[in-house]
Nanobody
Framework: QVQPVESGGGLVQAGGSLRLSCVGSGRTFSSYAMGWFRQAPGKERECVAA????????YYADSVKGRFTISRDNAKNTVYLQMNSLKPEDTAVYYC??????????????????WGQGTQVTVSS
C-alpha cells in the first residue's frame, strides 16, 4: 500500500507559482503511477497531470499544458506538481493519487487506488 500526503497549497495571486509535493509512504512507491487531480466547488474531480511509474510518460489536461509540470523522484517517494502562470480558474482542492496500473487510462479518477486528503490552492485575481 501507499498513502499519499500532499503539501504546498496556499493563496497566490494570478500569474504566480506554487509547487505541490506528494509523499507516498511505503517501500514500493515506484510501483505506482501517480496523478494530480483537482476539484472545484460544484465541479467534478478532474485529472490535471499524471506520470507513469518510471516518470518517462506524462499526461496533462489541455487547460494546464504549458503551465504545469509533473515530475517524480522515486528515491524520495515524492511526486511534484509545479504550477506556473496560475489563473483564478485553477482554484480548487488538489489531490494526489496512486494506482497500480501504469499509463493506460491514467486520467480516470476511478482507476486510482489510493488518495491523499487534498490541499487547497486559491488563486486571487
Amino acid at each position: 500500500q501507499v498513502q499519499p500526503v500532499e503539501s504546498g497549497g496556499g493563496l497566490v495571486q494570478a500569474g504566480g507559482s506554487l509547487r505541490l509535493s506528494c509523499v507516498g509512504s511505503g517501500r514500493t512507491f515506484s510501483s505506482y503511477a501517480m496523478g494530480w487531480f483537482r476539484q472545484a466547488p460544484g465541479k467534478e474531480r478532474e485529472c490535471v497531470a499524471a506520470v507513469s511509474r518510471s516518470g518517462g510518460t506524462t499526461y496533462y489536461a489541455d487547460s494546464v499544458k504549458g503551465r504545469f509540470t509533473i515530475s517524480r523522484d522515486n528515491a524520495k517517494n515524492t511526486v511534484y506538481l509545479q504550477m506556473n502562470s496560475l489563473k483564478p480558474e485553477d482554484t480548487a482542492v488538489y489531490y494526489c493519487a496512486a494506482r497500480t496500473r501504469d499509463y493506460t487510462g491514467i486520467y480516470y479518477p476511478s482507476t486510482y487506488d489510493y488518495w491523499g486528503q487534498g490541499t487547497q490552492v486559491t488563486v486571487s485575481s
